[in-house]
């Protein structure tokens, strides 16, 4: 290395090694912000899974974009103008959604900040590679790595935290601050940065052989795809299979890259010494393990434990992969834009394949395990190169054969294939969970187009019919309470006039207002004291309706209509109906574990143990609504082991606290809307009062009951439960 840039080295450690890696943890923390919180917010507006995909394949498609061009120019013209150029922007970032607050925009805005974050990410590792190397090169990208990945863990919480609310303004500001910072801390740094991050000593040994660099290139690439699919669909997989608040989601989410900047610091230094190429495989296949446990994960514990495998493939494999890429040529920046351009390509494709994968299994958990196999699968020529540099090569041939058969034997051998009766199944995210259309001799171009329709209404009714949807019908009355009256949809009318009929029937067990509470930033800690000054606003009596222009009025400031309890059903009944008019004679609607199914065909639908795995048995239907709710969704577990009780989301409005009276029920009825309606309310009021409520206002209905000591009370006319006589504990 030339005495030029052996006195960048020194002045780049000594003085601003600490200010660098403070701007880039700053610029990092404010991406982690925004990148966790979107795919939540996505959830909330019910966007499809291919929309969450493609909007993180455009973010990484940019980083793709910009990686090269970013790292290039840092070899000709330093380091210092790209850093300054891509904070400044993305501080002004917030300024588009201002003014136009969609969630087009904030895709937008990923767009760009991935072209900042590429920026950063591929200069700064130009910078610290073009300054020292061997083992102590391997020490300070494990530290940068630490400072990267230390804010995809505080980010996410403070994400959540700032997401509390449903608000996305405070997400922006975080974001803007955070890069605001980064743009100071490269402002005091820039010039002592290297004018150039080219290492004159390598001139004339420009580039690695081919094979070379496309082992380590190929391997990045897979480790891409499953970060890219982490970021993009681990927070689906969370909130569907665990049902936690934005804030535990956000801890969950989090744990990976907890593991990772723990361990960062001293897997930088044990393995300094280790080929670098084997090692940068042992932690991809780590990483690739965990991945592929994680598909098949349902408990917190499950969740963690994986974390932390991932979290120590990726402190494993993060610096030796670093110096392998920074050490395969003079360019730095050049070595190293390709690089990341190569995992941006992967980020790119796993979100993608991820969102296809969905739609074509009807299982989030089906593409992780997909993704894993898959980045494994792309370190057989790394793993290669490094036995044949420790001259294993015949050893190495073998284990790249063995790993490669090995690997795609995991692969499921029933993943695409139809059963017999020709069943066509659609699935794709929507209401924040995955939404199943499962029509019996369907398989062909126009049902799939209808399909395709049906899940197309259900994303247009929730947005009207979502409390959280400034924009809709429900968010804009929330909004305007005591003040004026306003005027919704149709479809929206419709519903609140049924919700408020069902209100009044239960003499408010079921109460739409309740929204008063649980539009509340406090509401996920479920704690009765907060609630105390909300009483008086929960009261479906007050609500003002006007038949003739379809307004409506909540008289009072704070209270707020949450059709939460009967929406979900309404948007199924949409669908199906859709599905009826457009010549569908026979099919199921499922969306979370709630059914409508219709036609001449007779279903069956399993019972969901609400304690433990599996089901207690299912039932057989036949065009009717099945719909469930229980206190497993979103819940705070007991202190203490005594306690048959949780603490979760369905309150008894009168109490103003997580009703006690039952822990799941089940109700079947004409329509999906009642199920889903009564489902809540009898849960509330529990079998004695449920019966005869039942009795009265819903004859053609029927439900069942499972209390805290895990026994099961019925309706005389409740389908027969075909189970063995023992539940799943």
Known sequence: MSIRNSKFSQRLTRFNIPLLMGAVFAASMGTGVFTFTLPLMNLDEKAGGMWLGSGFAGYFLAKLIIAPLS???????????PLLLSCGLAVLLPLLYLQHPAIE??????????LCAGTVRTVSMAAIGASMSGDKLSSRFALLSAVMNSSFLLGPLMGGLLYINKDYLPVLGAMSLFMGLALILFIFCAKHLPTRVTDPDKTGNNSAGPRRFISIMTALFGRGMGIGSLIAFYPVLLKSTLHLSPGNTALIFSVPSLATVLLLPVSGRLLAGFERRLTTCTGMLI????????????????????GILSGIGAAVSMPSSMAVCSELGCSKGRTLGIANMAANIGFMAGPLFCGIMISATGHVRTPFKLTAIAGALATVLLMYEGMQKKGYRKIGLTSAAISTLGLLLLVPPNLMQKDGNEIFRYSEVAMGTVVNLTIPGGDNSATKEKARKAVAIMHRLQKDLDHRNKRGSVGRVNHEAGKRGVRVSEKAYRTIRRGLEISRKSNGSFDITIGAITTTPFYYAFDKSRFAGHKDLINYRLLEMNPEKNIVFLPRKGMALDLGGLAKGTIIDAAADYMKNEGINTAMVEAGGDFMVFGDREWTIGIRNPRGTGIIGHIKVKNSAVCGSGDYYQFIIPVSKDEKTRKHHIFDPALLQSSTESIATTTVAPNAETADALATTIFIMGPKKGTAFMKKY?????????????????TENFPAINTSGKLNK
Do not use: E
Not at 105 to 114: N, S, V
């Open 698 to 714: 819903f004859p053609d209905c029927s439900a069942m009951w499972i209390l805290p000591d895990m026994s099961i009370v019925k």
């Open 105 to 114: 925009t904030l895709y937008a805005i990923q767009f760009i900040l991935g």
């Open 71 to 81: 790292g290039n120019y840092a070899d000709r013209n330093g380091s210092s103008g």
């Open 287 to 306: 990483s690739a393990l965990a991945l592929y446990i994680l598909g098949g994960c349902s408990t917190i514990p499950g969740f963690i434990l994986s």
